[in-house]
């Protein structure tokens, strides 16, 4: 009896050591980390094991124990559910919620944004001033930039789709670029399949560089579709696009702003006034919009249009209506 109750004794006692430590395991995952007030930043390669995890958030700075977050990792189930990654561990981060962003992937995310109607040079430059993003394409020219993304020998005008995309901390530009050229393949696509049966533009390619010129044209969107009706007459016809915004391109960094006539009749491989058709690349990147107004143009009998001043356009059929309408709106005669 006596060796029983000893027995009991030490059982109970065991119990209740097991217990407190349950309660001090529980109070502890429950605790917030030490991160000394700053928000760390913890980079977990693929690969990593659960203990290796553990020691690189101690290695971040949190000052803790690797043993015992390994520990509680383990005791979790859920260790191997831990994914890759780059986090940010901010103050009040307890061990739970750090196994909780693990296990999900809670990377710490920044983001970009590709605005409709701009050229390569400017994505290049919000690239390159893009928070955390790995610069790779940085040393790249745009032929081999091109070759890396799997498209040798094309320009990289106009091929990226102007969206806000995130990525993690650390990410190479070249993974944004990617997924900005599939958005556009995927949104040209589209666009195609839904062209009308009549266009001017005879395949994606031309759809594009149309849409980029539309893009850069359309100061109210109620008039992008209208626009896209001139250039397919004036395509359908054999008259010259005779747009402004692709001389500019051809000017390039050199266009300080004023467009002169002598621009007008200097010819280069952009000019619409000097070159007939189309020309050979986009001149910007155009939104989904745009894209579908170069396939779904606006039946209409106007071969020209000039700016009013207000971001609308005056559309006119014949040469003498748009010479009115060029002296009533750009030379300031009634």
Not at 216 to 244: A, Y
Not at 253 to 269: I, K, Q, S, W, Y
Not at 326 to 331: A, D, L, W
Request: charge should be positive; charged fraction near 20%; aromatic fraction near 8%.
């Amino acid at each position: 009896m006596a060796v029983l109750k000893g027995w009991i004794k030490w059982l109970t006692s065991l119990l209740a050591l097991a217990l407190l430590l349950l309660a001090g395991a529980w109070w502890w995952v429950q605790q917030p980390l030490d991160t000394r007030q700053a928000t760390l930043d913890v980079t977990m390669a693929p690969g990593m094991s659960s203990k290796a995890m553990a020691q690189a958030v101690a290695d971040a700075g949190v000052q803790t124990s690797p043993t015992l977050l390994h520990i509680w990792f383990r005791l979790s189930g859920q260790s191997r559910q831990m994914r890759a990654g780059s986090y940010e561990i901010p103050p009040g981060t307890t061990p739970q919620r750090l196994l909780q962003m693990l296990v999900n992937g809670e990377q710490s995310l920044r983001s970009v944004t590709l605005v409709e109607g701009w050229n390569w040079r400017q994505v290049r430059q919000a690239l390159a001033k893009a928070d955390r993003l790995q610069p790779d394409s940085r040393a790249l020219s745009d032929e081999a930039l091109m070759a890396r993304l799997g498209r040798p020998g094309v320009a990289p005008e106009g091929r990226f789709f102007p969206d806000t995309y995130a990525y993690p901390k650390g990410a190479s530009d070249l993974q944004v670029l990617q997924q900005a050229m599939k958005a556009m393949d995927q949104h040209l696509a589209q666009a195609w399949q839904q062209r009308q049966p009549d266009v001017s533009v005879k395949t994606p390619e031309q759809a594009l560089i149309l849409a980029s010129i539309v893009e850069k044209e359309t100061g109210k969107p109620e008039d992008r579709t209208r626009i896209s009706g001139v250039f397919h007459n004036r395509l359908r016809l054999g008259m010259r696009l005779q747009t402004d915004p692709t001389v500019i391109y051809g000017l390039g960094e050199a266009f300080d702003g004023n467009l002169r006539r002598v621009h007008l009749t200097t010819d280069n491989p952009w000019n619409t006034y000097t070159r007939a058709g189309l020309p050979p690349t986009p001149i910007a990147m155009p939104g989904k919009a745009a894209l579908l107004a170069a396939v779904q143009p606006a039946s209409t009998a106007a071969l020209y249009f000039v700016a009013r001043g207000d971001g609308s356009s005056h559309f006119s059929a014949t040469l003498d209506e748009h010479n009115r309408a060029v002296n009533r709106y750009q030379r300031g005669q009634k």
